[in-house]
């Protein structure tokens, strides 16, 4: 059975950093491209930044270029997400979530994920 699990949201001024984290068992973790994801209220879930099993490949959405990073630690089977110079626009409910299939690279479509975690929430105060 697969599990993620999201850790690391909370409430932040603007200007700063969080560090959001993401187990996932149950899958070999080293074949599957990962993903962060986020919903505001009245919006849609979004692709935030995705990467390859390898992490060869990155994908940022526009809004968080030049301000979060992605990575991950396959030994560890561990997804990360740095958030720096957050901007009240970014609060929201961050997802982690699995690409459906092994060593397949599409960037962030949602759609293509298939494994998600529960969330965690972000709150950024001007």
């Known amino acids: 059975q697969v599990q993620v699990v999201e850790s690391g949201g909370g409430l932040v001024q603007a200007g700063g950093s969080l560090r959001l984290s993401c187990t996932a068992s149950?899958?070999?973790?080293?074949?599957?491209?990962m993903g962060w994801f986020r919903q505001a209220p009245g919006k849609e879930r979004e692709g935030v930044s995705c990467?390859?099993?390898?992490?060869?490949?990155?994908y940022y959405v526009d809004s968080v270029k030049g301000r979060f990073t992605i990575s991950r630690d396959n030994a560890k089977d561990t997804l990360f997400l740095q958030m720096n110079s957050l901007k009240p626009e970014d609060t929201a409910m961050y997802y982690c979530?699995?690409?459906?299939?092994?060593?397949?690279?599409?960037?962030?479509?949602?759609?293509?994920?298939?494994?998600w975690g529960q969330g965690t929430q972000v709150t950024v105060s001007s």
């Open positions: 979530a699995v690409q459906k299939y092994t060593y397949t690279w599409r960037a962030c479509h949602t759609a293509d994920f298939g494994y």
């Open positions: 149950g899958l070999t973790f080293d074949a599957y491209a």
């Open positions: 990467i390859s099993w390898s992490g060869g490949r990155l």
